[in-house]
């Protein structure tokens, strides 16, 4: 059994529900976590949002089978049935720390995502920004790290597109379960299946939680004479509850050409007397 006697000020409950003392410092270099202690336990009924009156076709349709349950959810075991829970210690590889010197150092692990975010404790973190695979039906080899290593990743899925995307909706399932009530998650897709992987997203989070499309146009890939130039990529912005946090962004101002101000602008000062205004998210329109 652990030890649960009350620990410290630099003590904190690290990642598992068996309720083990760690150092608010973390684990060291090559320190194992424990696996949390779960149970063969189905999954609880709140799991999943309830929008029954969103997804109920009219009833001058008829009868019309709307699939209101995400790709591959099971109603008793949820995403455990085809992904089971793997009770293997996680190995944490470092701490990083970067940017300001006051900032907590960072976690990193290593090691399969969805197993080590299923030992993590529920509404945890602030903020998901996540890169995954864009269902692109290609093999990568990239040079990686300082040795230059030759890595290859494939981005081809055994069941095509229903395979991929079960694959992400139950990591997904755990990223909702990670945050806090008042955090967001930013999942970067393209044009291969970003309008099947936002329907997947309101089924998990919900249709009302979405709160943007954010379109980053770039300038870099070719032309074809088959069909318009493909240069842009979309992040889906979902929030945990309706209580979410959002920073408005802001960008120093300048003057260009003698241009003044625009009265279309909100502009702010810092404690530095610096002046700023909040960014236009088309284009940069402080002068």
Same mark, same amino acid.
């Given at each position: 059994?652990?030890?649960?006697?009350?620990?410290?000020?630099?003590?904190? *409950?690290?990642?598992?529900?068996?309720?083990?003392? &760690?150092?608010?410092?973390?684990?060291?270099?090559?320190? #194992?976590? +424990?696996?949390?202690?779960?149970?063969?336990?189905?999954?609880?009924?709140?799991?999943?949002?309830?929008?029954?009156? /969103?997804?109920?076709?009219?009833? &001058?349709?008829?009868?019309?089978?709307?699939?209101?349950?995400?790709?591959?959810?099971? &109603? &008793?075991r949820?995403?455990?049935?085809?992904?089971?829970?793997?009770? *293997?210690?996680?190995?944490?590889?470092?701490?990083?720390? #970067?940017?300001?010197?006051?900032?907590?150092?960072?976690?990193?692990?290593?090691?399969? !995502?969805?197993?080590?975010?299923?030992?993590?404790?529920?509404?945890?973190?602030d903020?998901?920004?996540?890169?995954?695979?864009?269902?692109s039906?290609?093999?990568?080899?990239?040079?990686?790290?300082?040795? !230059?290593?030759?890595?290859?990743?494939?981005?081809?899925?055994?069941?095509?597109? +229903?395979?991929?995307?079960?694959?992400? !909706?139950?990591?997904? =399932?755990?990223?909702?379960?990670l945050?806090?009530?008042?955090?967001?998650?930013?999942?970067?897709?393209?044009?291969?299946?970003?309008? $099947?992987?936002?329907?997947?997203?309101d089924?998990? #989070?919900? $249709?009302?939680?979405?709160? !943007?499309?954010?379109?980053?146009?770039?300038?870099s890939?070719?032309?074809?004479?088959? %069909? /318009?130039?493909?240069?842009?990529?979309?992040?889906?912005?979902?929030?945990?509850?309706?209580? =979410?946090? #959002?920073?408005?962004?802001?960008?120093?101002? %300048?003057?260009?050409?003698?241009?003044?101000k625009?009265?279309?602008?909100?502009?702010?000062k810092?404690?530095?007397?610096d002046?700023?205004c909040?960014?236009?998210?088309?284009?940069?329109s402080?002068?």
């Amino acid at each position: 059994m652990a030890d649960k006697k009350q620990g410290g000020l630099g003590d904190e *409950l690290f990642g598992t529900s068996l309720g083990e003392l &760690r150092n608010a410092t973390g684990p060291v270099k090559g320190e #194992f976590v +424990p696996p949390p202690d779960i149970s063969g336990t189905d999954e609880i009924a709140e799991a999943l949002p309830e929008q029954e009156e /969103f997804w109920r076709a009219p009833v &001058r349709f008829g009868s019309i089978p709307v699939e209101k349950e995400p790709l591959g959810w099971d &109603r &008793r075991r949820g995403f455990r049935k085809w992904y089971p829970q793997v009770m *293997l210690p996680t190995q944490v590889v470092e701490r990083v720390s #970067f940017g300001h010197p006051e900032l907590e150092p960072n976690r990193l692990f290593w090691g399969d !995502n969805l197993h080590v975010m299923r030992q993590l404790p529920s509404e945890s973190i602030d903020l998901i920004y996540i890169d995954p695979p864009f269902f692109s039906g290609k093999q990568y080899n990239v040079i990686f790290g300082d040795q !230059n290593e030759l890595c290859s990743f494939s981005d081809i899925w055994e069941g095509g597109l +229903p395979g991929y995307i079960i694959w992400l !909706n139950a990591r997904l =399932y755990e990223m909702k379960r990670l945050l806090k009530k008042t955090g967001s998650i930013y999942v970067h897709c393209d044009w291969h299946a970003g309008h $099947y992987v936002k329907q997947e997203m309101d089924k998990i #989070f919900g $249709y009302d939680k979405f709160r !943007n499309e954010i379109v980053w146009s770039y300038k870099s890939g070719g032309v074809s004479k088959e %069909y /318009f130039a493909r240069k842009h990529d979309t992040l889906l912005l979902y929030s945990k509850t309706s209580t =979410y946090c #959002f920073n408005q962004q802001k960008e120093r101002t %300048y003057k260009y050409h003698g241009i003044g101000k625009s009265s279309l602008q909100e502009y702010f000062k810092d404690e530095n007397g610096d002046e700023y205004c909040l960014v236009a998210q088309t284009e940069r329109s402080c002068q």
